[in-house]
C-alpha cells in the first residue's frame, strides 16, 4: 500500500478538530467515496481529534489518499504523546470513557471505518490509523 | 464575547428556532446549550425546533448536546424536535452507537412544528399581557 501525506496538521483545539474533519472530507471527496462512507469516515476523524486533543493533551493528525493495486482510499492517523491506553480493549468497548463525553469515541469511530490500527502504551502516547476504501 | 460564533435563537411566538448551518466545534455546541436554557426561561417557550438539515455530521459530541439539550428543555418545560437530518448522517449516527435518548425527531421543520404546542397556544406571563389587551381591544 502507498499513501500520500499533506503536512501534519496540529491538534490543540476545538478548531483544530473541525479543520481535522475538513482536511479529510476534501480527501475523501477527492478519493471518490461514497457520500455514506465520507460521512463515517469523517465521523471518526471528529472523534478520534477530539480524544487526541481530551485524552492525549494535543497532538497532531496527518492524512492522504492510499492507493493498494486498484484500490483508493483515505487514510488519517493520529498521534500524540499523551498517557497512553492502558487497557485497550476496555476502551474500545462501548459506553467506556475516561472522559467528557467520549463513551462512544473509541469504539465508536472503530465501527465507522475500514481499517483501524492502535498503538499505544502506558506513558508512550498513543497512535490510530484509520484507512476507509472506496 | 465571541458572539460571532454563537448559533442563533430566534423566537416565534412560543417556540424557539434554531438552523444550525454552521460546522460547529465543541465550544459553539456548549454555548448553544446554554442559550437555549437562558432563551426557553426568558421567553417562556413551550417548545424548541432544532434544524440540522445543515450538520454534515453528528458525532458523539454533538449528539450528546442534542440529548443533553432536550433533557434541559423537558426540565424546563419545554418540548425538543430536531429536524431534518441527513440520510448519511443518520445511518452513520447509528453505527456509532448514538440513539439520542429523549429527542423527540421528524424529517422536515413542517412536520416538526405539528409535533410541538402551537407557537400561540399555552400562553406564558408576557403573552397573558398581550392577550388580555387583545381581548380588550376586541
Known amino acids: 500500500m502507498s499513501a500520500t501525506a499533506e503536512g501534519a496538521l496540529p491538534l490543540r483545539s476545538d478548531e483544530d478538530v473541525v479543520r481535522a474533519r475538513h482536511r479529510v472530507r476534501e480527501l475523501a471527496v477527492e478519493a471518490g467515496l461514497r457520500l455514506i462512507d465520507q460521512t463515517k469516515i469523517v465521523t471518526a476523524v471528529s472523534e478520534l481529534a477530539r480524544n487526541t486533543v481530551v485524552h492525549g493533551g494535543g497532538g497532531a493528525m496527518t492524512a492522504g489518499i492510499a492507493t493498494d493495486g486498484t484500490r483508493t482510499g483515505v487514510w488519517a492517523e493520529f498521534s500524540d504523546e499523551g498517557p497512553g491506553i492502558a487497557d485497550l480493549q476496555q476502551a474500545l468497548s462501548e459506553g467506556f470513557t475516561t472522559g467528557q463525553g467520549l463513551g462512544l469515541g473509541f469504539g465508536g469511530a472503530k465501527r465507522l471505518v475500514h481499517e483501524f490500527d492502535v498503538r499505544t502504551a502506558p506513558g508512550e502516547g498513543t497512535t490510530v490509523r484509520v484507512t476507509t476504501w472506496r | ?138
Open chain 2, 1 to 138: 464575547m465571541d458572539t460571532g460564533n454563537r448559533i442563533p435563537v430566534l423566537k416565534l411566538g412560543h417556540l424557539l428556532l434554531v438552523s444550525i448551518q454552521v460546522d460547529m466545534h465543541d465550544r459553539m455546541a456548549l454555548a448553544l446549550q446554554e442559550d437555549l436554557a437562558e432563551r426557553i426561561v426568558q421567553t417562556g417557550a413551550r417548545g424548541v425546533l432544532i434544524d440540522i438539515s445543515g450538520l454534515e455530521l453528528v458525532d458523539s459530541f454533538i449528539g450528546r448536546m442534542l440529548a443533553d439539550i432536550a433533557g434541559i428543555a423537558r426540565v424546563l418545560d419545554a418540548e425538543t424536535v430536531v429536524v431534518g437530518m441527513r440520510p448519511a448522517v443518520a445511518i452513520t449516527l447509528v453505527e456509532l452507537g448514538l440513539s439520542l435518548p429523549g429527542v423527540q425527531t421528524a424529517l422536515t421543520v413542517e412536520r416538526g412544528m405539528a409535533m410541538l404546542p402551537a407557537p400561540t397556544d399555552r400562553l406564558g406571563p408576557e403573552a397573558d399581557e398581550e392577550a388580555e389587551d387583545a381581548v380588550g381591544d376586541g
